[in-house]
């Protein structure tokens, strides 16, 4: 039903030839971000990070290091706003004072909470910027969910052209490490590829 809510907004990608977007929000966190990295470098695979801005200036060279290993990056706003909960006009102040550090013309809202009037805001400001959701949410974060749940839902619903979200988090760090090997596994097993959202251009 979400879909029908935002239908600007992107949720999934053109197949390819067994192409998946892998999509990796909350850091650069040192503590995780390097795993992701080296996880997604045994596989050659690239993928999409949506930065909070108060992360990439505490950790500006793993920032660097995720563009320098030819992945994608997105802006998930400075502070990790609620869009539901905050004021347009801060929201989108959060949203610039992330974009000083973050070059990308893509954004991802945090929780997949946005207002009509934020996207507005945001589309009319630049033309060419993409609202990314996801096609699957892996539930790495869930505290209900096991480490072996996690990799399941990842594994029955990924499909070519899907965008899926992971979180660089230390919230989802044990999940994320069980899962992510297995999948990328998986992936490679099945001849699918994980790209950059933006390498389709």
Not at 50 to 55: E, K, Y
Not at 139 to 160: A, H, I, Q
Request: charged share 25%; proline share 6%.
């Amino acid at each position: 039903w979400i879909r029908r809510i935002y239908p600007s907004c992107l949720w999934e990608m053109p197949p390819g030839d067994g192409d998946i977007y892998l999509t990796f929000d909350d850091g650069p966190d040192p503590g995780v971000t390097p795993f992701v990295l080296d996880a997604l470098r045994g596989y050659g695979s690239k993928a999409t990070f949506f930065c909070i801005g108060r992360n990439v200036e505490a950790h500006p060279a793993l920032y660097e290091r995720i563009l320098e290993e030819g992945h994608a990056v997105g802006n998930h706003t400075h502070s990790h706003l609620d869009g539901w909960r905050t004021r347009v006009g801060d929201y989108m102040a959060d949203i610039e004072k992330a974009a000083a550090g973050i070059r990308s013309r893509l954004f991802r809202p945090p929780y997949g909470r946005i207002l009509g009037s934020q996207i507005r805001r945001l589309q009319n400001g630049d033309p060419g910027m993409r609202i990314v959701m996801w096609t699957l949410l892996s539930g790495d974060f869930d505290s209900r969910l096991s480490k072996e749940g996690c990799f399941r839902n990842v594994f029955n619903n990924m499909r070519p052209g899907g965008i899926i979200t992971f979180h660089d988090s230390r919230k989802a760090e044990e999940k994320l490490r069980h899962t992510l090997p297995l999948v990328l596994e998986c992936m490679s097993e099945r001849g699918w590829k994980s790209k950059p959202i933006g390498s389709e251009d």
